[in-house]
Nanobody, 123 residues
């Protein structure tokens, strides 16, 4: 069993940066592939970024490639999403998730989810 708690969301102007955090409790953090998903108002939840349980493989959705960075601190059991050059279309609730598999873009493969943190990007 893993509990995930996100934080770091907020209101930011376009072009600025935010760093989201996801603290995991329970089993060893490095046993899981981890990811960030997001859901904008009126839209389905979508994949943002994932990191392999080894930490050696990262995958990004095309719309955040080059702007967002996913990384983790094993010692702190924390997953991060560094979001740079934010755009209004990045406005969404951001969720972290954990899978027993490696890294995946498929939501159904993730068994543990956080409660989400709101990110709002103004023009």
């Amino acid at each position: 069993q893993v509990q995930l708690v996100e934080s770091g969301g907020g209101l930011v102007q376009a072009g600025n940066s935010l760093r989201l955090s996801c603290v995991a409790s329970g089993r060893t953090f490095s046993s899981y592939g981890m990811a960030w998903f997001r859901q904008a108002p009126g839209k389905e939840r979508e994949f943002v970024a994932a990191i392999h349980r080894s930490g050696g493989i990262r995958d990004y959705a095309h719309f955040v490639q080059g702007r967002f960075i996913i990384f983790r601190d094993i010692a702190k059991n924390t997953l991060y999403l560094q979001m740079n050059s934010l755009k209004p279309e990045d406005t969404a609730v951001y969720y972290c998730a954990a899978t027993y598999g490696s890294n995946s873009r498929v939501q159904n493969e993730y068994v543990y989810w956080g409660q989400g943190t709101q990110v709002t990007v103004s023009t």
